[in-house]
Structures are given as structure tokens and as C-alpha cells.
Nanobody
């Protein structure tokens, strides 16, 4: 059973944009706080952005002003708009949900998606 399903990944040239989506099928689901994480080859999984309820957001410094996290609670979809992509953004991107108000750390996550690959070429 897959409860968080990501889509929207792909290959893009540097400077391009992609929008990731994450559909939540589990009900009830740990979605009080939702987040996007990413993991590139040889590195630990890192938090990219979080959103609590419909408002409060946080971003990693490396993506601030380029990425935007949002959610549609009626449709139960989480989004990540990624602009001005560069090769350092290449990674597997994971949708994540938490029962907690906070979910910027991996240990705060209750549910992970399977991931969607983003590849940025120079």
C-alpha cells in the first residue's frame, strides 16, 4: 500500500523549472506537517521545505527564493514548485508527512513517499 505518491520529477536543463506533486491517499493521514526531502548519491537525506496547515512554511537555505511549497487540503495534494534549478538540485525527492507540528527532521516523519527523481543537467 502506497499512501503518499509523488509525481512530476524528470530531467531538465539548468535554469529550468519543475513542479512536484504528492497525492495523499491514506485516511487518516499524518499531514499536520508535510515536507519535501531529497537525497542525492552518497549523501544523507535532507529537508528541503515544510508546510504546516495551510500557511507556515520553512525552507532550506539552498533552495530559499527558488522553491515554493504549497498544499491543497481539499484535493489532499502537496506541491513543490522548483525554479532556477541547478545541477546541485539533482536528487531523489521524497514527500513526507508528520502528525507533529514540526517535520523538518527525518526523525519527525511518520510517513514517506517512494520518491521521484529530479535530474538537472548543466
Amino acid at each position: 500500500q502506497v499512501d503518499l505518491v509523488e509525481s512530476g520529477g524528470g530531467s531538465v536543463q539548468a535554469g529550468g523549472s519543475l513542479r512536484l506533486s504528492c497525492a495523499v491517499s491514506l485516511n487518516p493521514a499524518p499531514t499536520r506537517c508535510m515536507a519535501w526531502f531529497r537525497q542525492s548519491a552518497g549523501k544523507e537525506r535532507e529537508g528541503v521545505a515544510t508546510i504546516v496547515g495551510e500557511g507556515r512554511t520553512t525552507y532550506a537555505e539552498s533552495v530559499r527564493d527558488r522553491f515554493t511549497i504549497s498544499r491543497d487540503n481539499q484535493k489532499r495534494i502537496l506541491y513543490l514548485q522548483m525554479n532556477s534549478l541547478n545541477p546541485e538540485d539533482t536528487a531523489m525527492y521524497y514527500c513526507a508527512g508528520s502528525w507533529s507540528r514540526y517535520c523538518s527532521g527525518r526523525y519527525e516523519i511518520n510517513k514517506w513517499g517512494q520518491g521521484t527523481q529530479v535530474t538537472v543537467s548543466s
